[in-house]
């Protein structure tokens, strides 16, 4: 069994699972793929076999056993932390995985809030769209009659697509939040979003952001 169809088994076994749990391991199992195919390029391209431990693949089986899957009711913060403090080792030699992150925790933001909503109707569908230096995450939301904490939240948002540009080269110290920023907030206006709403999705795109830069003896600091 692979390390992907491993991760995705796990996922489907706990049926309790959150919907924001659920989010952070489908996301990690689609990592662990495309490191993967990364690591099967790299090998063929370099003689130096050595180049396996600087990809640990591997190492993302495990975090399914320390996200907490059995709460259901955790905070999304509480799973983001515990996530990050297992994460940490891994991020600290490896750009790939880095590049496929940073994107992800502003996705992670976006879901929560509507994971939050009230409607049972929702429905949230996500895509994850890879080539070979940019990565494009097509999200696309389906949501009808809810109720968020920012009332001014247009109340349809359809077929919201966000591009990311790939960071692969570029050293998590050195990432600007300020420049990340803007290009999110570029891609959403498009799409219809007003100011107070990118207001209320930067907030927790910051925390997330800023926690990621962390230090795992950090992360329960105030």
Known sequence: MTTVENIVQNITIETELGQAQKAILESLALTAKRTEELFKIELMNKVDNDANEKIPVKKLIQLESTIGVHTKNTPFQKILETTQLQLHPI??????LVSKIIPRLFTYSIYILFDELEDIYKTINRRYIFTDRTAIYKLEFNVCAYKVPCPSLLPSISNVYCIVESLSTVDIDRIDFPSLAYFYQRQLTAHG??????????????????????????????
Request: proline letters at 6%.
């Open 91 to 96: 991020l600290e030699n490896a750009s790939c």
């Open 193 to 222: 979003i007003d100011e107070k709403a990118l207001n209320y999705l930067f907030h927790e795109f910051k925390n997330t952001y800023y926690m990621l830069k962390r230090p795992p003896h950090n992360l329960y600091s105030k």
